[in-house]
């Protein structure tokens, strides 16, 4: 039996409803983009999934419409021969989401960071050479100072600048001595204050991770034992590959998964060069 349904929430329901009519117990679907996970949310609780990769269940060629789709791929289902991707449970899936968007945070704070580097510069103020992270304690008041227009002198900078700093007053005086603009300040103001506003949306999504984190604290703190690995990339471990290793059932899965695992590519004796699969940076 053949049927068509729309993609709103009204359409899915109908669908799951005409799947239960017939009794059916597996459904599979093709991984297109995004499309496919409003599908997925409405079927998962009651039906047992399966979400192929397009690139291997594809048809003869010349025989491709969404018909002859669905029943090729049900005809694979049916056969056993179709390997099912990876998709993690409802609560990885949402740490996924806050993770992945907490790695897009954090570049366009530095993106804005380097915004204001480059008009430093234009304004031929050196702060750079005397301060190791102008983002630091004393960076930050100095940069506020400057933007707001205030006058430095030697007096003011003794109260802006930590201890530890080992510049001395009187370079740091010398390095923001340049020809700052309205225009500058204008630019200077933007940045900054898209980069605080970056920084406080951060501290807010650190929180929920570590919220969504609770339940798998021993996991991370065992990653977080790997040389090299921190919370952050304990959290990314989790939220990209779940808890439960029994889905990839050996560690060559898993490599495979992540792309760092060349596949095989021998005809007549002679092994060819194969490129590694390409993953993400995730």
């Known amino acids: 039996s053949i049927e068509s349904f729309s993609t709103s929430t009204k359409g899915l329901l109908e669908l799951n409803d005409w799947l239960v009519s017939f009794g059916v117990t597996d459904v599979v679907m093709e991984s297109t983009g995004v499309y496919w996970k409003p599908v997925w949310n409405i079927l998962e609780n009651q ?31 049916r056969s056993g021969l179709i390997e099912g991707s990876f998709v993690p449970p409802e609560d990885i899936r949402d740490l996924r989401d806050l993770t992945r968007y907490r790695k897009k945070l954090v570049n366009n704070r530095t993106a804005e960071q380097n915004r204001i580097h480059k008009i ?55 390095s923001i001595n340049g020809r700052i603009r309205r225009h500058h300040r204008d630019m200077l103001r933007y940045h900054w204050e898209h980069m605080i506003y970056l920084e406080e949306t951060l501290e807010r999504l650190e929180k929920q991770i570590d919220q969504c984190l609770e339940p798998y604290r021993r996991e991370v703190d065992l990653l977080d034992t790997i040389p090299g690995v921190n919370k952050d990339a304990a959290a990314v471990f989790v939220a990209e ?35 590694r699969p390409k993953g993400t940076k995730r």
Request: net charge positive.
């Open 47 to 77: 039906f047992r999934l399966v979400l192929a990769n397009a690139k291997h269940v594809k048809n003869v060629p010349g025989r491709k419409t969404d018909i002859k789709d669905a029943e090729w791929l049900a005809k694979l289902l």
């Open 120 to 174: 430093l510069q234009d304004a031929n103020i050196k702060l750079t050479s005397v301060l190791s992270d102008i983002f630091g304690e004393s960076g930050r008041k100095i940069l506020e100072a400057i933007i707001n227009g205030e006058k430095i002198e030697e007096k003011s900078l003794r109260e802006m600048v930590h201890k530890r700093v080992k510049s001395s007053l009187t370079d740091i005086a010398e």
């Open 241 to 275: 590959m779940g808890v439960d290793m029994s889905v990839f059932k050996t560690e060559k899965r898993l490599a495979s998964w992540v792309g760092v695992s060349p596949g095989n590519n021998e005809s007549a004796g002679k092994k060819r060069t194969v490129k």
